[in-house]
């Protein structure tokens, strides 16, 4: 398991991170997600898969 920022570093800048703000997922949907721009959401990767 891997903790994907939901919100990316740079877009929410300087600050504490809450449970909320992270996502855990595999390692190979995290490079998923990591492979285009915009980086879709872990719940918009999983849709995209099961279509």
Known sequence: ????HVVPLHVAGEGRT?????????ANCHRMIHRRAPWPTPQELREGLLS
Do not use: N, Q, T
């Not at 398991?1 to 994907?4: A, I």
């Open 1 to 4: 398991m891997e903790c994907h």
């Open 18 to 26: 809450g449970l909320a703000d992270l996502a855990l997922i595999c």
